[in-house]
């Protein structure tokens, strides 16, 4: 802006305040503009039409009595066609948006919660907005967007928010570990459980097999060995386990010492054994 040989030059995005006598005579838009001071005219002021910023910082008290300090961003700009109310009608815009930030804030927040102020933060910006408007437009200014852009509770009450949110995760994981390690359980009790089953399967099939090689061994035996008796070849089968035994017994390096009856005489008592808890299992079933 320039004014010489009364030429008064507006730059662009301002609008300036053009007075005769002091009086407000006419508002001149961008560009070149004839002004003859000797005629009593002259600019009381320019005043820009850009979008400007003004953040506001308010410390209130929610429901459940939190200190919060809340952020608020309001962008305004002043209306080319109001130009003269926004300029003669306020002394100090800030100060007044500011004020206007502080009562709406204050009369929003303590009604709800420190929960809630977070999650209606867009509510308590779109309420601010609308006063702001209805407010401004009549000293010709438009409110052009207000925004909450921070919530700060006092530091003691973060800090607790913040212990409060790592416990219920803490508790959480706890929870899916205990869960992982119980299915970890019960699959491996059922691996074992199969297992065994698998287990017992084979033993009663080795089982089987040993008996129906012994009939097979007594009926051979006793058709190729005329005279002998299935007693007798019980007794040669018992003596040949016996031995068996005994050569495992003393093969291994790591087995116990086993104390048995190791003479002759003692296979024929191990058959007579054998013999007679076959007979009274016999005996008992009938």
Not at 105 to 127: C, G, M, W, Y
Not at 247 to 253: D, L, N
Request: with cysteine; net charge negative.
């Amino acid at each position: 802006m320039g004014q010489a040989l009364g030429c008064y030059q507006v730059d662009q995005s301002y609008v300036a305040i053009k007075e005769h006598f002091g009086k407000f005579d006419q508002i001149l838009e961008p560009g070149c503009h004839c002004l003859p001071w000797c005629l009593g005219y002259q600019i009381a002021g320019a005043l820009s039409l850009r979008v400007q910023q003004l953040d506001v910082r308010c410390e209130t008290k929610t429901k459940d009595n939190v200190f919060v300090t809340v952020v608020a961003s309001v962008q305004y700009r002043a209306v080319a066609d109001k130009a003269s109310d926004a300029f003669y009608r306020l002394t100090n815009t800030r100060e007044q948006i500011q004020s206007y930030v502080f009562d709406v804030i204050r009369a929003s927040v303590p009604k709800l919660e420190l929960d809630a102020v977070f999650e209606q933060k867009n509510d308590i910006a779109k309420s601010v907005e609308e006063e702001l408007e209805k407010a401004m437009s009549t000293y010709g200014y438009q409110i052009v967007q207000t925004l909450i852009v921070d919530i700060e509770p006092d530091i003691n009450v973060k800090r607790a928010m913040n212990e409060i949110n790592a416990a219920a995760r803490l508790r959480l994981a706890a929870n899916e570990k205990a869960e992982a390690e119980k299915i970890l359980q019960i699959k491996k009790a059922e691996g074992e459980a199969e297992s065994k089953y698998l287990s017992g399967l084979g033993i009663a099939r080795q089982r089987q097999a040993i008996v129906d090689g012994l009939r097979d061994s007594v009926l051979a035996f006793s058709e190729n060995v005329p005279g002998t008796t299935a007693k007798d070849v019980m007794d040669m089968v018992l003596v040949t386990q016996y031995f068996d035994t005994m050569k495992e017994i003393g093969a291994s390096s790591k087995s116990s010492s086993v104390f048995i009856p190791h003479g002759p005489g003692a296979v024929k008592d191990i058959a007579m054994q054998i013999r007679d808890g076959l007979l009274q299992a016999n005996a008992s079933q009938i």
